[in-house]
């Protein structure tokens, strides 16, 4: 299986480094050098799933398209920022494989009109 | 235009209900230092910010805040979801009940509701930005308070995810700020 721990593990530019996706989504952030521990409270890492694959890379392209806002010609971050957003489209495509709708414009081969299997609130993580 | 994904930023899988909590967790919904407060400020600051770096940053923290107004809300929900009418009036909740009842409503823990004068726009690049900044401090602080108030792993882990969330957009505020002190503001 890909392993999701290392992927673009031991990347960084100039001085600075990020955490791999799903790593970045246990933590809330994604620059190393920006993580801020509270007291002895560790966050837990999160465990491989298909959603949380999902999430991982979401959060990487939400917190690498911040950074980038503020570092706009910091080419290296962008590379990362794009393979992200390969890997996200991947996920999504397997979701519309399996006629998971993940928003409106998901594609989906019913022929009726169904609501969505789960609300994220009603979702059992 | 937005779109719904979905999808929660940050799993949630809390099991145990604890009106206490959901009680507290109030003040980072709708309280004055609350994730729609901060939707709502960023939201309608990214507007007239002077150039696409101060627009972008606006628009972009503005929309996750969103997500996180849904993590806020389903906590809140699944903590109180399975109370019965004496445990709401044991912890003071009656009064939340008698108007709401088991809804999610905008309001900090005291049932005060939320109010727009949380937030503001005061014309000022640099005064908005310096307000930004203020905010995610005192919402940083306020997520500490919460995760000193509670021993449920399954509210604490959401809670260090948001709180970092706060630190990472201080620090694109700051790097804003910057921007626009070099450039003359």
New interface residues.
Partial sequence: MFNHYNYFDNYGSRDTRFYVALQGLSKGNMSQGLYDNFGNYVPRELPYTDENALRAYAFAIVDLGLYLDTHPNEANVKILYDQYVAKYNEIVKKMENSNKMLNITTPNTDKVWTWPNCFPWEAKN | MW???????????ITKKDLKMAKNLLSQYGGPQGELGAALRYLNQRITMPDD?GR??LN??GT?ELAHV?ML??MI??LMKDATIDELKKEGLDGWFTEHGKDIFPANNEAISFTTDYISSVGDPIANIVEDMAAEQKARAVY?HL?LLTDN?EV??PL??????E???Y??FK??LE?YRKMGY
């Fill in positions: 779109q719904y994904n979905k999808l929660m930023q940050y799993p949630l899988n770096m972008a940053v972009d923290i996750e849904e809300q389903t929900y699944l500490e995760i792993q604490i882990q260090l995810f948001l709180r970092q969330r630190v990472v957009h620090e694109r790097e804003l921007h």
